[in-house]
């Protein structure tokens, strides 16, 4: 069983003999469960069938939200992968059946309004098409499918309050869950309903509200068992912070050889919490199985490390520390049903550097047969390699590069933990570190793409993307523009560069519908973020600079600026050379109209405001990486920008365009001066990378 990316696209159907709005239908349908109720349902499809022969299927399959699909009880894959109803992916695999009667099962997951915030819907349904003589046997609404509800499973909204985007906490009732399913046990199924046959995204020219059919545009994600964990403590006390001093010797011990292949038995009557360090950051797909039991509660709860206090919002210090620490986290629960052999893994992997596994047994003997975790993210992996004669920097890669792994998957993300959204502003970093340590650009140019496909009216991409709550950040979609522009140099591929740049034309656009008399962007409608910085308005979780949402900004117009001289320079490897002589022309014309309203001579520096109150190191760097300052005056905001006492600094988010323009001038003292953000890391014995100062995630 294995993915294969296919070579041409299936089931395209672009017949010309037929009428133009039956084009790009596929011959399988959607189908579904017609009797269960909408909202938060977990749906079991299942195809018994038997073959003459041992052969080889090529299938295409897909589900609305998330599907696990098994052929006689082993896993084939998880999907799909992420887009929207315009692109809705499926993944091609290829099937060994042997002789003889087989059974193919998908679990299909929809979560209602616990869906994380990342994923996108349309309506519950599953496909599997099949390719040749398998068609009519394996296709949904050809072959023999039926379906039952799930029952046993529910969910809810996480109460860590930050993590709430990410995903909801899973329960099993292992008295009501039907152990089996995955190999098609059990009773109950029933036929499904057959909905609209399904639709090709790139043929399709006519059509309601539907799935437009995509091929998955990614390689499998990495997966690895994990390995060298332990035990930290094992106490009877289950709440409160931990206190290594309550910790029992013995149970430590016991619960060390679970992790390394033994079985644990637990007495009945019994109420255990143990915290279990992972030794390293991980995304991962737990699993635990266990026998007996029944009524027995296990809790498995997820960090990226333990508080300072019993508030998700205060410092965490040392990552290695635990004692006299909260664990506060992300908690699936499994309740056992008595019976032998029973298996609980959440369907979406979980984030963190640590567990709290906190078990209390009922009235028998509970045993724990397995206890393991297997790592998934995209396949990203230094192909080179980096050192230099500072060891702080040469320990910085390791968690550098885990930085990025943990935050690649279906889409870049702005954390695996907390949101698994992906924004422009991060994915453009994201994406950067990608093209300097792998040859693989796959992930890049999807999330390019996906932005690109976020467009709204206005002509401003959304900031973030795939998002079911639609969020306008102006600057990103300038960024976006930079994104594009970075591919290029990187990759060299002007096809797509062609492709696109009908979007990055259309989004500057958007930004002319707001200049002003004095040719200056006034106040774009959105969340106008640039950073992180404290003292701007609103404090440190606004990210807007001065004047930016309702007045003229001179760090959004030196983006704007930079941006324009961007396209000018795609226009020319585009062939468009009127239109880059005309992008260049309106950048030139809006960076001489910033220097004569916001440079402040006697300073040496370009203000934040037209009433020159406010300065940052985000305009001086923004107005030098425009290329549009002659050289003189860009030396000279150099100068002001290492010298300045008030310039509002860069932080961790933005310090890549600050040492951008450092490295322009040869400022690596500073450079160095700065990279304290970076070696804190190091300090805190950190595995992954801040986000912001701390307290931060």
């Not at 399959?61 to 799909?80: E, I």
């Not at 699936?332 to 298996?343: I, T």
């Not at 001065?546 to 000018?568: C, H, M």
């Not at 905001?637 to 933005?654: K, N, R």
Request: net charge negative.
């Amino acid at each position: 069983m294995a993915k294969v990316e296919p070579q041409t696209l299936p089931f395209e159907n672009t017949d010309p003999t037929l009428p133009w709005h039956a084009r790009g239908l596929w011959p399988v349908s959607w189908i579904r469960d017609a009797e269960a109720d909408e909202g938060i349902r977990v749906t079991a499809f299942r195809n018994r069938f038997e073959v003459a022969r041992d052969e080889t299927a090529r299938i295409h399959v897909s589900a609305d939200q998330y599907y696990q699909l098994f052929l006689d009880g082993k896993l084939v894959g998880r999907g799909p992968e992420s887009g929207d109803a315009d692109s809705w992916f499926f993944e091609s695999y290829e099937l060994d059946v042997g002789a003889g009667p087989h059974v193919l099962v998908a679990l299909v997951f929809s979560l209602g309004e616990e869906t994380p915030f990342a994923k996108m819907t349309l309506r519950h349904g599953f496909l599997l098409g099949a390719e040749g003589t398998h068609l009519d046997l394996l296709g949904t609404g050809l072959g023999p499918w039926q379906c039952k509800p799930v029952e046993g499973l529910s969910f809810r909204r996480t109460a860590v309050w930050s993590a709430v985007p990410a995903s909801p906490e899973m329960r099993l009732d292992g008295g009501d869950y039907p152990h089996g399913i995955e190999r098609g046990q059990g009773d109950g199924w029933r036929e499904p309903s057959v909905l609209r046959p399904a639709a090709s995204a790139l043929v399709r020219n006519e059509y309601g509200r539907e799935h437009l059919l995509r091929p998955a545009t990614l390689p499998d994600m990495f997966r690895a068992p994990v390995v060298g964990m332990r035990v930290r403590t094992v106490s009877a006390k289950t709440d409160g912070p931990v206190r290594l001093e309550d910790s029992l010797p013995e149970d430590v011990s016991a619960w060390q050889a679970l992790l390394q292949g033994r079985t644990l038995r637990i007495q009945q009557r019994i109420r255990r919490r143990v915290i279990i360090d992972l030794n390293h950051y991980y995304c991962a797909y737990p699993t635990i199985k266990i026998s007996g039991g029944a009524g027995a509660e296990l809790h498995l709860s997820w960090a990226e490390a333990l508080f300072l206090e019993n508030d998700e919002r205060a410092p965490k210090g040392d990552r290695d520390q635990i004692d006299g620490r909260w664990f506060i986290g992300v908690t699936d629960s499994f309740v056992s049903g008595g019976q032998a052999g029973q298996e609980f893994s959440p369907f979406l992997w979980r984030a963190g550097h640590y567990l709290d596994v906190t078990v209390e047994t009922a009235d028998s003997d509970l045993v724990i047969d397995g206890l393991s975790f297997v790592e998934t993210h995209y396949p990203v992996q230094m192909e080179g390699a980096f050192e230099c004669s500072d060891e702080t920097l040469n320990r910085l890669v390791a968690p550098c590069v885990r930085t990025l792994q943990m935050c690649s998957h279906d889409t870049f993300m702005d954390c695996p933990y907390y949101e698994r959204l992906m924004y422009v502003g991060d994915s453009r970093l994201e994406a950067l570190v990608t093209y300097a340590i792998s040859h693989d650009s796959r992930l890049c140019r999807k999330s390019i793409e996906l932005f690109a496909q976020s467009m709204l009216p206005s002509g401003f991409t959304q900031a973030r993307y795939p998002s079911r709550i639609t969020q306008v950040i102006p600057p990103f979609s300038l960024l976006w523009i930079g994104m594009l522009h970075d591919y290029l140099l990187w990759r060299d591929d002007l096809p797509f560069l062609k492709h696109m740049l009908p979007i990055a034309k259309r989004i500057v656009d958007a930004f002319e519908v707001y200049r002003n008399a004095d040719g200056l962007v006034e106040a774009p409608p959105g969340w106008n973020f640039m950073d992180w910085v404290p003292a701007w308005e609103g404090g440190a979780d606004r990210g807007a600079p001065p004047d930016a949402e309702f007045g003229v900004s001179g760090i959004i117009n030196w983006l704007y600026a930079g941006t324009l001289r961007q396209l000018s320079g795609m226009c020319a490897e585009a062939g468009e050379p009127h239109l880059c002589d005309h992008y260049f022309e309106k950048g030139q014309a809006l960076a001489e109209s910033l220097v004569q309203h916001f440079w402040v001579e006697e300073r040496s520096l370009f203000a934040d405001t037209l009433d020159h109150r406010h300065f940052s190191e985000h305009s001086q760097c923004l107005a030098i990486l425009s290329g549009y300052l002659p050289e003189t005056l860009c030396r000279r905001t150099a100068a002001g920008l290492l010298t300045a006492s008030d310039c509002q600094p860069a932080t961790i988010y933005f310090s890549h365009y600050l040492f951008e323009t450092l490295a322009r001038f040869g400022a690596m003292d500073r450079f160095y001066e700065r990279l304290d953000l970076w070696r804190d890391a190091d300090r805190l014995n950190m595995k992954t990378l801040l986000e912001r100062p701390e307290p931060s995630r």
